[in-house]
T-cell receptor
């Protein structure tokens, strides 16, 4: 099956610093990648949709200058949390949709971000 | 009102029981319906996918969609302790590529 990886799996950073999270589709080309955020015992909340070679589309209420998304190739998308604050601490999950798929998204294992 | 409603549980059942998980939704434009399983601190894993109304069976899992009632279900037969996880329903319409998730139901299967 299609595999999506995320790196790092866990990161702890100090308030005010920036953190980059990578999402890679390992064995398929992903025209679209999605970034979600999940708080404990809550569902996934879509943050943004990114298409290879174009600007990401952000959901209402998500600051695009704070959460920078770069979908540089068909196998890599990055999410950079700039000037992180403790309230940005969360579980960030990406998903990727292959060029063949009309519905199926494959999820990465997630990245747990803790901002101290 | 949320677009997708799902009882958060927890739902606790004995091993071997039949489990019924449900979601209701309000957006009549939803056409694609999925069920994901998420273990603690892991990403969601796609279990079942259904397009429009109908039933779909895969091993111990059966997904049902009733668009007239805006109601979807996932049944798990012969439940196992390894089925203990959070189950998320998700859906989307034909025009939007992103998924709308339910809040997830936490299932515990007791050995």
């Amino acid at each position: 099956g299609a595999v999506v990886s995320q790196h790092p799996s866990r990161v702890i950073c100090k308030s005010g610093t920036s953190v980059k999270i990578e999402c890679r589709s390992l064995d398929f080309q992903a025209t679209t990648m999605f970034w979600y955020r999940q708080f404990p015992k809550q569902s996934l909340m879509l943050m943004a949709t990114s298409n290879e070679g174009s600007k990401a589309t952000y959901e209402q209420g998500v600051e695009k200058d704070k959460f920078l998304i770069n979908h540089a190739s068909l196998t890599l998308s990055t999410l950079t949390v700039t000037s992180a604050h403790p309230e940005d601490s969360s579980f960030y999950i990406c998903s990727a949709r292959g060029v063949w798929a009309s519905y199926e998204q494959y999820f990465g294992p997630g990245t747990r971000l803790t901002v101290t | 009102q949320k677009e997708v409603e799902q009882d958060p549980g927890p739902l606790s059942v004995p091993e071997g029981a039949i489990v019924s998980l449900n979601c209701t939704y309000s957006n009549s434009a939803f056409q694609y319906f999925m069920w994901y399983r998420q273990y603690s601190r892991k990403g969601p894993e796609l279990l079942m996918y259904t397009y429009s109304s109908g039933n779909k069976e895969d091993g111990r899992f059966t997904a049902q969609v009733d668009k007239s009632s805006k109601y979807i279900s996932l049944f798990i037969r012969d439940s196992q302790p390894s089925d203990s996880a959070t189950y998320l329903c998700a859906m989307r319409d034909t025009g939007r590529r992103a998924l709308t998730f339910g809040s997830g139901t936490r299932l515990q299967v007791q050995p």
